[in-house]
C-alpha cells in the first residue's frame, strides 16, 4: 500500500514538472507589455549613456573623478556629504560621502567613500 501511495506521489510531482516546465517555456515566448507602446529610442539611448556614466563611479575614486561627469547641487551640504547632478540634467542625482580629511575645505583629492544609485529628483534652488 505505501509502495502505491509513494507511486502515486511520484506521478503527481512528475506531471507538476512538465507542467511548470510547459509553462516557463511558453511565458518566454511572450513580448513585454511595454512592446505595444512606442519607445522613443534616442530617449532611451540617451538615458542608457547616462546610468553607465554614473555606475562608473566608484569608491575609492576622487572628487575630481566624479566633477567630470556630476555637477554639485545647492542645498545642504557638508565637507564629507553632497549631492550631486549629472552634467547632462539636473533631474539625476547621486548622495556621495567623502573620507573625512584635515582640511575644511572641499579637496579635488578627497576621496569617495560611498555613492547611491542614481535616482530622480526636481532640482534644489538655494
Avoid at 573625512?100 to 572641499?106: G, V
Amino acid at each position: 500500500m505505501a509502495q502505491l501511495f509513494s507511486l502515486g506521489i511520484v506521478r503527481i510531482m512528475k506531471t507538476f514538472v512538465t507542467f511548470l516546465t510547459a509553462t516557463l517555456i511558453l511565458c518566454s515566448f511572450s513580448t513585454p507589455s511595454f512592446a505595444d507602446r512606442s519607445v522613443d529610442k534616442n530617449l532611451t539611448q540617451q538615458i542608457s549613456d547616462i546610468l553607465k556614466e554614473c555606475e562608473s563611479i566608484k569608491s575609492g575614486m576622487t572628487r575630481a573623478d566624479l566633477l567630470k561627469i556630476f555637477i554639485t547641487e545647492g542645498g545642504l551640504s557638508s565637507q564629507t556629504w553632497r549631492t550631486f547632478v549629472h552634467s547632462r540634467c539636473p533631474y539625476i542625482k547621486v548622495d556621495v560621502e567623502f573620507a573625512p580629511t584635515e582640511s575644511k575645505q572641499e579637496q579635488p583629492t578627497d576621496i569617495i567613500t560611498k555613492i547611491s544609485k542614481p535616482y530622480l529628483a526636481w532640482t534644489i534652488i538655494d
